[in-house]
């Protein structure tokens, strides 16, 4: 199993504004940045896409999340409520209290009316920061055709902290994928 980093080794940036205005506050690791591999394969139940730009390099990947994954980044968004609120008065400028980051904070767990729960990063598909896929050997190889149709274990990068008047949350880069493709079974007999 891939244990999550130590939490107490994380600590926050300071707050920046990217060229297009966006806030975000960098997640530290002492040794580098925070980086995670889950330990087993994970499906994949949509296709990557970006829903309002249908041409984007940059898509919103889901993942049907492993209780290995919805342990860790419980603990993980835990740990980030409380410190943020600890910090808030230098980061978002005015003191805040859990309970008030907690309102609105946007989780990576999501679980739709319907009951089903599923686990959202961001993947670059083109560009300089495109997504590397690996085979099961350790080759690189070419992004699969359909995702679907796929089981990948992604390593993951905890970049930053998003921050919008309303709402927080991760965002977490999927830098690279170690994809194992299924075999697709006939449904007649």
Request: aromatic share 8%; net charge neutral.
């Given at each position: 199993?891939?244990?999550?980093?130590?939490?107490?080794?994380?600590?926050?940036?300071?707050?920046?504004?990217?060229?297009?205005?966006?806030?975000?506050?960098?997640?530290?690791?002492?040794?580098?940045?925070?980086?995670?591999?889950?330990?087993?394969?994970?499906?994949?139940?949509?296709?990557?896409?970006?829903?309002?730009?249908?041409?984007?390099?940059?898509?919103?990947?889901?993942?049907?999340?492993?209780?290995?994954?919805?342990?860790?980044?419980?603990?993980?968004?835990?740990?980030?409520?409380?410190?943020?609120?600890?910090?808030?008065?230098?980061?978002?400028?005015?003191?805040?209290?859990?309970?008030?980051?907690?309102?609105?904070?946007?989780?990576?767990?999501?679980?739709?009316?319907?009951?089903?729960?599923?686990?959202?990063?961001?993947?670059?598909?083109?560009?300089?920061?495109?997504?590397?896929?690996?085979?099961?050997?350790?080759?690189?190889r070419s992004p699969p055709d359909c995702w679907r149709d796929c089981k990948i274990i992604p390593r993951?990068?905890?970049?930053?902290?998003?921050?919008?008047?309303?709402?927080?949350?991760?965002?977490?880069?999927?830098?690279?994928?170690?994809?194992?493709?299924?075999?697709?079974?006939?449904?007649?007999?």
């Amino acid at each position: 199993m891939s244990s999550f980093p130590s939490l107490n080794k994380l600590a926050f940036g300071k707050l920046l504004t990217t060229s297009k205005g966006a806030r975000q506050i960098p997640i530290l690791k002492e040794d580098g940045p925070l980086t995670w591999q889950p330990s087993d394969f994970l499906e994949i139940p949509f296709e990557p896409s970006n829903f309002s730009d249908k041409e984007s390099s940059r898509v919103n990947i889901c993942f049907a999340p492993t209780e290995e994954i919805s342990n860790s980044l419980n603990l993980f968004e835990s740990w980030l409520v409380k410190s943020l609120a600890k910090q808030s008065k230098e980061l978002l400028g005015q003191e805040q209290t859990e309970s008030q980051i907690r309102e609105r904070f946007q989780s990576s767990l999501k679980t739709s009316e319907k009951g089903w729960t599923s686990f959202r990063c961001k993947m670059n598909i083109t560009g300089r920061n495109a997504v590397q896929c690996w085979n099961l050997d350790k080759t690189l190889r070419s992004p699969p055709d359909c995702w679907r149709d796929c089981k990948i274990i992604p390593r993951l990068h905890f970049k930053s902290l998003y921050v919008m008047n309303k709402d927080l949350g991760i965002i977490i880069d999927v830098e690279h994928c170690m994809v194992e493709e299924l075999d697709k079974q006939c449904p007649f007999d």
